[in-house]
Each structure stands twice: as C-alpha cells, then as structure tokens.
C-alpha cells in the first residue's frame, strides 16, 4: 500500500502544468471524486488495523500535496494571463485617453507672447513682486503726492512717515523693472518683463486684485516712436492676425512722454467694440536721470500690456475670478 502511495506522490512531482488544460488534466487525475486520490482513500477499508494510522498518515500527506501544487499553479497561470500578451494582441493599439493636466489659460497666452517678443530680438527679465516706493513709483517719475500716484490704488505693505524709510508696496505694475533694468545694465536694453501686479480693486466680473502684465523696454540710441508703433504693429498681427484691425491714440503717462495707447477691434457676438490692449511712450528724460542713463544720449520706448484681457479674448472668458479660481472644470478645457 505505501508503495503505491509513494508512487502516486511520484507522479505528482512529475506532473507538467504549462496551461489551464494541463491544470484540468491534473485535477481530473489526482483530485477528482473519481482521481487517483479519492481511489485510494477507498482502498482504506483493505488496510490491517495496526498499519491504518500510518497509512491514513502517508494518503493525507498525498492529498496535502496535490492540493498546494493544484493552487499555485493555478494562481500562476492566472497572473501569467494578465501579463503576457498573446500572439492575437495587438500591442500597437493606443492606451485609453486620461486626464493629465494642462497649462492654465494665462500661462498659454504668456508663452504666446513671449515667443513673439523673442523673434523680435527681446530678451526676457523679471523683478519682485515686493516693490518699494522709489522704483514703483518716484524713479517713475510720479510726483511726491501727486494724484497720479492714486491712479493705481496701491496695497501698501509698509507706510513709514520717515523719510529715509521708504514705503514697500505690492508693485502696481511691471514699470519698476524698468528702473531695476536700466540700474544694473548700461543700454542698449531690450527687454520683457512679465509679471504678477497687484491692485486695492473691487472684486468684480472685470476687475480683480492681481492680475498679469508683460512691460517692455528698448533703450538704445536713436530709438523712435516709430519704431515704437512699428513693433506694436507687429505683435497686434502675430498676435491676432496680420488682418487684424487697430489703432494708436494718444495718452497719458507720468513716465513716458509723448504717451499712447492702442486698442484693437475685437468682434463678438454682441457686436465688435474697441479694446484697449496696451500702453506705451517714449521714456520720459526724468526716468533716464533716475538711474543715471544720459537723456542726451539715449532714447527709448517702454510698454505695457495686460496678459488677462488678451487671455480673455482668446478663450472668450468673460469673468476674470475664473482666472484665479483654478477650478478643475474649467481648466480642463484648455488642452492645447
Ligand atoms: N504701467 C502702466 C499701467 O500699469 C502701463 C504702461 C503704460 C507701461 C505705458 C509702460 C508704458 O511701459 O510706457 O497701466
């Protein structure tokens, strides 16, 4: 009896299980109510008594190991099956489409213009977000006072009465990096200087209290206002299309002199209207001489434009808040 024992244990050993049919052969063979297994376990009644215990002993062992080499190689083949692709499986097919994020609307009209400004033969700088009077507003040439320093209403951060401690404001504009620019670097400058500003705003549809600007500055010698509105020109049509529709007016700027603005024609389903997109001049001398740059020498032209309301058009956004909001259902609309 333990010989055949020993015998069917030996031809579980032996068993080879490459796929499911192997795996089922095994089982109708050995565990089956009608297997090898079952038949010996009938065979029990033929044992003498005193070698039943040994016996009943070496047939469970029997019965142990057909049933763990049953259950591994069954949970083997199963994890095989999902790794292993077979010859009918196409593994060209493309994976199903998932949601990976993307660049929020702002940061895409940013690069837009800065790609263009870099064609133009821009470089591209930066300054702080944390301005302190002198270079937001007074080497800006606004004057001590002046009701032009209300035409931004200011966050002020620090307001001192002293006067050898100058107030620190949120910077109202990207103009400062201007000052920063010309202090560190000798013209010829030409430069961007994209940036976040800051103003004390009602919150509304239109207006909020940070939004995106993009300042530019070309000091050289002999620097025109023609070549100022020529290089506006240029950017209206790479930015909105060389049919796209402007026009240049005259304006007002403590730093800059003459002064202007431009305003591009914008069609909507409410009907078309001018948008103002910029402004723009020709640095005033009082801006040179507050970082020792020769009036006399040299010229330039300076302007600023808003990223938000070009952003705005582009999309047809027409809440600002959105913007800020980084709500996942709106910016998963702006897949580029
Ligand atoms: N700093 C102005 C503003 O925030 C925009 C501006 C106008 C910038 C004329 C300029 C400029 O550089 O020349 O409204």
């Known amino acids: 009896m333990i010989d055949k024992i020993n015998t069917i244990k030996q031809e579980i050993k032996t068993f080879i299980i490459n796929n499911e049919e192997d795996l089922e052969a095994f089982r109708l063979e050995f565990l089956s109510r009608n297997g090898k297994i079952q038949k010996m376990f009938g065979l029990m009644g033929s044992v003498p008594n005193e070698q039943k215990a040994r016996v009943g002993k070496a047939m469970n062992e029997v019965k142990n190991i057909a049933q763990s080499v049953f259950d591994e190689a069954k949970t083997s083949l199963e994890s095989d099956s999902k790794k292993v692709f077979g010859a009918l499986d196409d593994i060209t097919l493309p994976v199903e489409p998932a949601y990976t994020g993307s660049y929020h609307p702002l940061t895409q ?21 944390l301005e302190d009077d002198f270079h ?84 050289d010698k002999n620097v025109t206002l023609g070549e100022l509105i020529e290089t506006l020109v240029m950017f209206a049509r790479l930015m909105y299309g060389s049919d796209v529709k402007y026009r240049v007016r005259p304006s007002f700027f403590p730093f800059t002199e003459p002064s ?77």
């Open 136 to 219: 937001n507003f007074t080497a800006l040439n606004f004057p001590p006072d002046h009701p032009a320093r209300d035409m931004q209403d200011t966050f002020f951060v620090r307001k001192s009465d002293d006067p050898d401690i100058d107030d620190l404001v949120l910077r109202t504009h990207t103009s400062p990096v201007q000052i920063r620019l010309m202090k560190e670097q000798q013209p010829p400058v030409r430069s961007i200087m994209p940036g976040r500003v800051f103003r004390n705003e009602a919150v509304t549809a239109k207006s909020y209290f940070q939004f995106n600007q993009v300042e530019g500055l070309y000091v």
């Open 260 to 336: 202007l603005e431009m305003d591009i024609w914008w069609e909507s389903d409410k009907g078309g209207q001018w948008l103002e997109i910029l402004g723009a001049g020709m640095v005033d001398p009082n801006v040179f001489k507050a970082v020792d740059v020769d009036p006399e020498t040299y010229t330039g032209f300076a302007f600023g434009m808003g990223v938000d309301r070009i952003a705005m058009l582009r999309y047809g956004i027409d809440d600002i808040r959105l913007l800020y909001d980084n709500d996942i259902r709106f910016l998963q609309q702006f897949k580029s």
């Open 109 to 129: 009209a940013l690069d837009e213009i800065k790609q263009i400004f870099l064609r133009l033969g821009f470089n591209i700088a930066d300054g702080p977000e």
